[in-house]
């Protein structure tokens, strides 16, 4: 189950399986800045700080495609701070395309995109990626790094549904192809999902990929999940006899 071998000279990588795809759900931004008196965009800018150096450890551990869920689809419909998250996101693309070691792609519905309009995700959304080759997962030594912005995991599959439809007829759609489709999007099923901030629920996160996906729940608001957090979660997916599903 574990992806290709990536770590820092230096660094001991983790022992046991790794998780190909980690999805993460990064709660906590605004409590944590609510705990500390400062104004929600300083939570919302640490925890764009700390998701580029999660990812950094994901590198390192060797996890080949890691999906991040920045904002889901009603969210960006209706949230009042929305302006201050759109900031916080948009803090997160540059963080992650500054590096320039990883492929970063944005995943949600385009509309929503175009909507909330900061530079840089619109024009990166799922539909300009249909055309990723491979297995869903990292590109070569590259990690695959999934920006979830304006998402719902239903209309994930409906989408993903459709363009089944658009290219092989109702004779080819089946759970198969569909799975397929998601794969090409650079969505194979998921190892394991972290959610912080003491939640213990998807709402409605990989709906479709966290089939036979393991659950880890963190008490850590997302701004304070150290490397501690980071390998203790990792070492609790080593230890698991996986099931998947069964």
């Known amino acids: 189950m574990s992806g290709a071998v990536r770590h820092a000279p230096g660094e001991r990588p983790p022992s046991g399986p790794v998780p190909r795809h980690l999805g993460i759900v990064p709660d906590g931004n ?17 925890g764009a700080d ?6 950094r450890w994901c590198e390192e551990a060797g996890v080949g495609t890691v999906t991040i869920w920045a904002l889901s689809q009603d969210n960006a419909a209706k949230r009042q701070e929305l302006p201050v ?33 900061p530079a840089g995700l ?19 030594d590259r990690l695959r790094v999934n920006l979830a912005v304006a ?27 569909i799975g397929r489709r998601l794969e090409r999007w650079g969505q194979p099923d998921c ?14 996160f990989l709906l479709w990929q966290s089939l036979t996906a393991e659950l880890h729940f963190s008490p850590e608001q997302w701004p304070d999940f150290d490397r501690a957090a980071f390998d203790a979660m990792l070492a609790s997916f080593a230890d698991r006899e996986r099931r998947f599903g069964a």
């Open 30 to 46: 605004r409590r944590w800045a609510r705990q500390r008196g400062v104004p929600a965009r300083e939570g919302y800018q640490r």
């Open 50 to 55: 700390r998701t580029v150096e999660v990812v």
């Open 85 to 117: 998250m759109v900031e916080g996101i948009t803090a997160l693309m540059g963080g992650l395309t500054a590096a320039g070691a990883w492929d970063v792609n944005v995943l949600g519905s385009p509309e929503h995109l175009d909507a909330l309009g």
């Open 122 to 140: 619109s024009g990166r959304s799922r539909r300009a990626a249909v055309g990723a080759s491979g297995d869903g997962y990292g590109c070569g």
């Open 151 to 177: 998402y719902d995991g239903r209309e994930e599959i409906v989408a993903a549904a459709l363009a089944v439809l658009a290219e092989s007829g109702a004779d080819g759609l089946d759970s198969a192809a």
């Open 191 to 204: 190892d394991l999902i972290l959610r912080t901030s003491g939640e213990q629920r998807l709402s409605g």
